[in-house]
């Protein structure tokens, strides 16, 4: 590659806050989500939280944010992107960040699995089914962890989400059997009537009044139904480092380096590493605590210590990303923990975007979808360009 066929940006990390949504979308009350804004509901509720880094980059003067107020001169570039497939889930999310608009959505089953389901995994895996409903991944300890230890059956549940999880001890039933019956559930809901988006092995140990789930979480996503942009720089001799639950949501595809994460700060550490690693193409970060430990636990409080924990790590993120590198904070959903029930709301994502070669405190404006992100990844890259969105390379 000549010096003029280089890419503007030899290293673009994005770091998805995984439901960090930023204020309902105009179709939020078709999915039930009229006056969702996880952001701005913690800052409500949390008025004194403290993330002055995400705010000098111009979080705040994306929207009104309340108590976290817009900065005269943000250090970075901002705006927010709005979701155009048919859903809320983190798949559809993620999916669409790289290039693909989901018209479909995934089944949800509010009442739990139809029991013809039920009794297929359960001949299946030689063991029987507890619960079989809506839950919280705590609650659902609570009430089935002892059972589960005495009669050795799965506890399966799921959430509003298209998600079938699978809960067993430890102890009781090895990780290696566990991921098994992971990939027979897998197989059964691959397809309608039941065609879901993820199943999620869900281990925990300890003993009753005091389980805890495990750090060997894993998830077994559908395949992209197409090509992203992920598959494209990987085709085109670009790294694409997937770090969290990144390889489990593209399953693979177009991921040339793999680092499972065990909490928000891993991942944190696991990037910052990265960054400072010599490769070219994309550094791709989710870190899921936001959405699971308390977007879905509904608490705004625990949110808020989340948001501040990120924000710590903000100025070694900067300091890591080069006059050669682009650092892109950004969320592929909402769950807004002051909403109604359990489920994610839909919502404009944030975009912040940083490095010490671009000229800082300009809006995006609002992007029409997620996508717009992927799009000038590949057009950074000079790699195919997905069928949707509209690159913004050209405006930083």
């Given at each position: 590659m000549s010096q003029a066929d280089k890419p503007r940006f030899r290293k673009i990390t994005v770091i998805v806050l995984d439901s960090v949504g930023i204020g309902e979308l105009p179709d939020a009350p078709s999915f039930g989500d009229a006056g969702a804004h996880t952001l701005g509901h913690i800052i409500e509720r949390v008025p004194s939280i403290k993330i002055p880094h995400m705010q000098r980059l111009g979080l705040a003067n994306i929207t009104n944010l309340g108590a976290v107020k817009g900065v005269e001169q943000p250090t970075g570039i901002f705006g927010k992107m709005a979701e155009i497939s048919a859903g809320k889930d983190t798949m559809t999310g993620h999916w669409e960040l790289?290039?693909?608009?989901i018209t479909t959505p995934f089944n949800t089953f509010p009442e739990g699995?139809?029991?013809?389901?039920?009794?297929?995994?359960?001949?299946?895996?030689g063991r029987k089914v507890l619960c079989n409903k809506p839950a919280s991944g705590t609650d659902v300890l609570v009430q089935y962890g002892e059972e589960q230890m005495k009669t050795g059956a799965w506890i399966v549940y799921t959430s509003a989400d298209s998600v079938f999880q699978l809960a067993a001890h430890e102890e009781v039933i090895p990780l290696d059997?566990?991921?098994?019956?992971?990939?027979?559930a897998r197989k059964l809901t691959l397809v309608e009537p039941y065609t879901l988006g993820r199943v999620i092995a869900r281990p925990y140990i300890g003993a009753p009044g005091h389980f805890t789930r495990t750090s060997n979480r894993h998830d077994y996503a559908v395949k992209p139904p197409s090509p992203t942009v992920?598959?494209?720089?990987?085709?085109?001799?670009?790294?694409?480092?997937?770090?969290?639950?990144?390889?489990?949501i593209f399953t693979g595809e177009g991921v040339s380096?793999?680092?499972?994460?065990?909490s928000n700060q891993h991942g944190i550490e696991i990037t910052i590493d990265q960054m400072g690693q010599s490769f070219e193409g994309l550094l791709f970060t989710n870190l899921v605590d936001f959405d699971s430990l308390y977007g879905h636990r509904r608490d705004p409080e625990g949110y808020a210590k989340a948001l501040e924990q990120f924000d710590l790590a903000v100025p070694a993120l900067l300091e890591r990303t080069g006059p050669?590198?682009?650092?892109?904070?950004?969320?592929?959903?909402?769950n807004d923990p002051i909403h109604a029930g359990?489920?994610?709301?839909?919502?404009?994502?944030?975009?912040?975007?940083?490095?010490?070669?671009?000229?800082?405190?300009r809006s995006l404006g609002i992007r029409e979808t997620y996508a717009d992100l992927g799009a000038t990844i590949a057009d950074n890259f000079d790699v195919a360009r997905p069928l949707i969105g509209t690159s913004f390379l050209q405006q930083l």
């Open positions: 790289m290039g693909l608009h699995f139809p029991a013809e389901l039920i009794q297929q995994f359960e001949e299946a895996t059997e566990l991921y098994r019956a992971c990939e027979i992920m598959n494209a720089l990987h085709d085109g001799g670009k790294d694409v480092i997937a770090v969290g639950k990144i390889n489990d380096a793999t680092y499972p994460t065990k050669d590198d682009l650092l892109i904070i950004t969320a592929d959903h909402g359990t489920d994610h709301t839909r919502e404009y994502v944030p975009l912040l975007i940083y490095s010490p070669s671009l000229a800082p405190g």
